[in-house]
């Protein structure tokens, strides 16, 4: 059995470098992400994950953020997601997931950041690839799943 977690919120944009919205549910299609969000495609970033408790830092500084302020897809309570090695596989609603990054480098203030002062994105979100295609939904559970000897 591997760690437990849930989704909290589902989340797309129409832009790059904008807040998601919470949509409740969603597609995850191999080799592109999440379906109707403007972070997919066939590239190893599909799909961005950021943990509750990392959004819940950031809001103890004072800062009015919530669900898919970081322009975060999946937004997940339970689980140190930045700790996770990359290649670790995650079971993400019915889908299948592999993490791909951690972090991200940004070069340039994004609109989240001057919005929000800060942003957790490049210090604690992951990003993961779709290897089996399923949905995902708020309340789901995510697992991530112990490595094959």
């Not at 408790?53 to 103890?60: D, F, G, L, T």
């Amino acid at each position: 059995m591997g760690t437990r977690g849930t989704v909290v919120a589902v989340c797309t944009s129409e832009r790059k470098g904008t807040p998601k919205r919470d949509v409740g549910h969603g597609q995850l299609r191999i080799d592109w992400g999440l379906v109707g969000d403007a972070h997919a495609g066939p590239w190893h970033r599909q799909v961005s994950l950021l943990a509750w408790e990392s959004i819940e830092k950031m809001r103890a500084k004072g800062l009015n953020v919530r669900a898919g302020s970081f322009a975060e897809n999946i937004t997940t309570r339970g689980i140190e997601l930045h700790t996770l090695p990359v290649g670790t596989r995650l079971r993400l609603g019915t889908a299948l997931v592999e993490v791909t990054q951690i972090g991200k480098i940004c070069h340039d203030r994004c609109a989240i950041y001057y919005q929000a002062g800060d942003c957790v994105m490049p210090r604690e979100g992951i990003f993961v690839r779709i290897v089996e295609p399923g949905e995902v939904r708020v309340g789901d559970e995510v697992e991530v799943l112990e490595e094959e000897a």
